[in-house]
């Protein structure tokens, strides 16, 4: 059973750089052919995908948040890693981590959420 788990802080200032860790158990990240992804949730908004880091390393982020958003891995801890930086109030939401089989948007397991409030 894979299970996926969000960490990092609950509250950030403006300006400052969002970092959020994905521990992954039950499967490894390197493992052919699985996608993992960051998702969020602002308040009373829908899901927006923000990027994606493949079994392989490459990684791919959403255009609006390109500028912003770094996503790497550590393999031996199993973990990937969301950096959001210069943040905004508009930033506040909850944080996923989630795995795909496959480059689609068919998310089979995902971490429980992380709310990150940008607030000074």
């Known amino acids: 059973q894979v299970q996926l788990q969000e960490s990092g802080p609950g509250l950030v200032k403006p300006s400052q750089t969002l970092s959020l860790t994905c521990t992954v158990s039950?499967?490894?990240?390197?493992?052919?052919?699985?996608?993992w992804t960051w998702i969020r949730q602002p308040p009373g908004k829908g899901l927006e995908w923000m990027g994606v880091?493949?079994?392989?390393?490459?990684?791919d982020y959403s255009p609006s948040l390109k500028s912003r958003t770094s996503i790497s891995r550590d393999t031996s801890k199993n973990q990937f890693t969301l950096q959001l930086s210069s943040v905004t109030p508009e930033d506040t939401a909850v944080y996923y981590c989630a795995r795909t089989q496959g480059w689609t948007n068919e998310y089979d397991y995902w971490g429980q959420g992380t709310q990150v409030t940008v607030s000074s």
């Open positions: 880091i493949a079994y392989g390393g490459s990684t």
């Open positions: 039950g499967g490894s990240i390197t493992m052919n052919y699985y996608y």
